[in-house]
Nanobody, 124 residues
Framework: QVQLVESGGGLVQPGQSLTLSCAASGNVFRMYAVAWYRQAPGKQRRLVGAMNAGTDVDYEDFAKGRFAISRDNAKNMAYLHMTNLQYDDTAIYYC??????????????????WGQGTQVTVSS
């Protein structure tokens, strides 16, 4: 069964950088569109940015210029590179991706998956 697993979260000081990873594992054919979300304490989950099945990417205003999404199709991985982190970037970060899996008939079935989330804490 295909699943997504995020990693790379942690505790950083204001101004520092952090890169989150999102790995698709299992019988993965390929990863298509990828998006990163975050959920701060007491707030709703919100979009950080999204990349289509190619390399076109768009970001929410708060992420522009500081965050960048990239992918490695050969490894079925996506990344969220975060720079100049601030206190209000503290949140659980989630990866959401459309992942293709070949079924027994050789047909690729695409499923939208979520990872379990990884905590990012910005604190001095």
């Amino acid at each position: 069964q295909v699943q997504l697993v995020e990693s790379g979260g942690g505790l950083v000081q204001p101004g520092q950088s952090l890169t989150l990873s999102c790995a698709a594992s299992g019988n993965v054919f390929r990863m298509y569109a990828v998006a990163w979300y975050r959920q701060a304490p007491g707030k709703q989950r919100r979009l950080v940015g999204a990349m289509n099945a190619g390399t076109d990417v768009d970001y929410e205003d708060f992420a522009k210029g500081r965050f960048a999404i990239s992918r490695d199709n050969a490894k079925n991985m996506a990344y969220l590179h975060m720079t100049n982190l601030q206190y209000d970037d503290t949140a659980i970060y989630y990866c959401n991706a459309d992942v293709g899996e070949k079924n027994a008939r050789g047909v690729v079935e695409v499923t939208s998956l979520w990872g379990q989330g990884t905590q990012v804490t910005v604190s001095s």
